[in-house]
């Protein structure tokens, strides 16, 4: 039973370094087809690609469709054919969520780096623990039949989304868009993984307020990094489509910066530190954000 346990997790072990010991692969050919249009781009120096579709007809309906994705060889022969999804949201919608991952969904210990490294190394998207109750509370935020859209915006690296997207799936969290750091390559890049100033948050919340501009959010993330300050500033930007902060306490910051929680009431919004997710549902449930209880 030990050795199979010591197998397991040196399998773990050898996917989580594969995964920031994988190459970019630069100037590839994808093509991308949705709703009966075709674009042709290069990925960059990164392995990246991104474009726009600009759809000229009403679409059957919003949620999840699907997008297929073409690699092109130099000979410019079709060579993998992928189907995706590209989240076509409503925006009539009451409201979305943006919600940070490490250590407000997923357990990850992000400011004990031993812990966290033992985590990210021994354990796998079905061993990895989500916090208890945040399944029924993003379900309920979600309305439980996803009307509203949730939006995972993380410190995480591109590396880890096969992981994120198995863990989200095996523990049947509400499904949305993963927005991610930039790709990663190296030993030390593991072991800083989650790091970083957070900037790319900040960005990446900008171009969601900025791509949804009719939508108001409610804003989840922890105590552990940068979220507090990352969602007043956010606050302070558009104040009236925040209608709520929810901040979890982790490690050893345990209280809020009052001057931020002042300075968020100003505008109107409300940071809540919340200890339990039911906390938080019972603030939500109160404030009208939600429909049903959950018992945690």
């Known amino acids: 039973m030990l050795s199979h346990v010591m197998d397991k997790k040196r399998k773990n072990l050898r996917h989580m370094i594969a995964r920031y010991l994988s190459t970019a692969i630069p100037d590839i050919q994808v093509e991308i087809s949705f709703s009966g249009q075709k674009k042709i781009i290069k990925t960059d120096e990164c392995g990246y690609f991104m474009n726009w579709f600009e759809v000229d007809h009403p679409l059957d309906h919003t949620g999840w469709q699907p997008v297929d994705f073409c690699i092109h060889d130099t000979s410019e022969t079709k060579q993998c054919i992928k189907t995706g999804e590209v989240l076509i949201v409503d925006t009539d919608a009451p409201f979305g969520i943006i919600s940070d991952i490490d250590d407000t969904v997923l357990v990850s210990h992000a400011t004990q780096l031993l812990r966290k490294l033992r985590l990210i190394l021994t354990k796998n998207a079905k061993t990895r623990l989500p916090f208890v109750g945040v399944k029924e509370f993003y379900q309920a935020l979600t309305g439980n039949n996803s009307a509203n859209p949730i939006f995972y915006v993380s410190s995480s690296e591109w ?112 940071m809540v530190l919340v200890h339990t997710t039911e906390e938080a549902y019972t603030h939500a449930l109160k404030a009208g954000l939600i429909q049903s209880e959950v018992n945690e």
């Open 159 to 270: 590396n880890l989304y096969d992981f994120l997207v198995d863990f989200f799936a095996t523990k049947h969290l509400p499904k949305g868009p993963f927005l991610l750091q930039e790709f990663k390559s190296g030993i030390k890049d593991l072991i800083r993984s989650g790091g970083g100033s957070h900037m790319h948050k900040t960005q990446k919340i900008h171009r969601l307020m900025k791509l949804y501009p009719s939508l108001s959010f409610v804003l989840i993330g922890d105590s552990g990094q940068r979220d507090p300050e990352i969602y007043a500033d956010i606050a302070a930007q558009y104040p009236a489509r925040v209608k709520a902060i929810y901040i979890r306490a982790v490690g050893k910051k345990k209280e809020l910066d009052k001057k931020l929680v002042k300075q968020t009431a100003k505008e109107g919004v409300e």
